[in-house]
């Protein structure tokens, strides 16, 4: 219950500062859209440069200003520049606020692109909403993006919930677990973890064994571990980010428990995690695998990697895969939608998107009532610090 007063009282903040703001705008462009001009579209994201997620926010928005230079630098989409304004959040809700407050009343875009946050997106789409600003490709995996079905709202990468629906279906059906429990964050992110895996146990008539819920700022996990392995759990799933999956891989390695499989999603998949001892035969289903400088590469991905560590003078992860694809859609959308750009249009041109695969080899596709692009997973496994495929597309 205090959590949802929270978070009504943060949604009724971001409305308020909003709607204040709105009242100050800044003049529509010459075509009559906003965020479009005869030169320029303007596209907005709020993102972590500097907070707990950064991982995510800077290798996003370095994927994806790598992609939009790139277009510009073929001159642009029909005429037009892409201007790619992006405010740091330190993924933390009041910042949000007052970077979608700049961006949408300020700034003046035409849509906002890979903003970084369930709680930093929920907190402002509404208001964005109402301006007619489409929120496309968010990083974050929560179905608040994509349900209910909306004309604004779309998805490239996996849903958690999907994604931990599938990871039961796959270690019961395939690696024949049968105690399975979950370990989450008491927070709506984690809470969706663990409606995913109890909502797929009863379609499996099967019962959660066990369960362990803690805080974000949590660092003492060796009592929740302790409870697991006394239920005997043989699989738990993760609802967990970077740190607090460390720390439970720790307090079980410490504890010598072996014989369970510890899986999370996209929100716990990070090279970071993959460079810890504890970590060793930890999985994740995610949307996208992580590339390593000695893997073979096509040579377009060749290419692409090597210019971005030109560029940025570090290798790419999984961010700024995900990052360049999402740019990759929205200059596609924009070449399709027509020189007469409107928001009705793109989300047309979006909608029309239904054979896309990125040069990554992952494909996407949308439509008129399938706003979520993903419709597969992949299974990776921690093995000798690096994220290695276990498994090829499997679906939802």
Request: include cysteine; proline fraction near 3%; charge should be negative.
């Amino acid at each position: 219950m205090l959590r949802e007063h929270m978070m009504k009282r943060w949604y009724l903040v971001a409305a308020s500062v909003l709607a204040i703001a709105g009242c100050g705008g800044s003049e529509p462009s010459q075509t009559g859209v906003r965020g479009v001009s005869d030169t320029e579209i303007v596209l907005g994201s709020h993102t972590d440069l500097s907070g707990p997620v950064a991982i995510w926010g800077v290798g996003g928005t370095k994927g994806a200003r790598m992609r939009f230079d790139q277009a510009n630098a073929a001159g642009g989409v029909h005429g037009r520049q892409i201007r790619f304004i992006v405010e740091d959040t330190s993924y933390q809700v009041p910042n949000a606020i007052r970077a979608a407050n700049k961006l949408l009343n300020r700034d003046n875009i035409f849509a906002m692109v890979l903003s970084a946050g369930t709680p930093m997106n929920n907190a402002v789409i509404t208001q964005q909403f109402e301006l007619n600003v489409p929120n496309l490709f968010p990083i974050t995996g929560a179905r608040s993006m994509v349900e209910p079905l909306h004309p604004l709202k779309f998805t490239q990468r996996g849903i958690y919930y999907d994604e931990i629906r599938t990871a039961v279906r796959y270690f019961v059906e395939e690696r024949q677990k049968s105690s399975v429990c979950t370990i989450y964050q008491d927070t709506d992110y984690g809470q969706e973890i663990l409606e995913a895996v109890e909502d797929q146990l009863a379609a499996m008539n099967m019962a959660l064994v066990e369960r362990s819920a803690h805080k974000p700022t949590e660092s003492e996990f060796t009592a929740a571990v302790l409870r697991l392995r006394n239920a005997n759990c043989d699989l738990v799933l993760m609802g967990t980010v970077h740190k607090d999956t460390i720390l439970i891989l720790d307090a079980v390695r410490k504890m010598g428990w072996e014989g369970a499989a510890w899986v999370g999603n996209n929100a716990a998949y990070a090279q970071v995690i993959a460079e810890q001892d504890s970590a060793q035969g930890y999985y994740c289903f995610v949307h996208m695998a992580r590339l390593y400088e000695d893997d073979e590469k096509s040579p377009e991905v060749q290419a692409w990697w090597d210019e971005y560590v030109e560029r940025y003078g570090d290798e790419p992860g999984v961010a700024a895969m995900e990052g360049y694809r999402g740019a990759d859609l929205v200059v596609l959308a924009l070449q399709r939608a027509g020189r007469d750009l409107t928001v009705e249009g793109l989300m047309a041109a979006v909608e029309g998107i239904t054979d896309y695969t990125d040069i990554f080899g992952y494909s996407v596709s949308f439509g008129p009532d399938k706003h979520s692009g993903a419709t597969a997973s992949v299974l990776s496994r921690v093995h000798n610090g690096r994220w290695v495929p276990q498994a090829q597309s499997i679906s939802y």
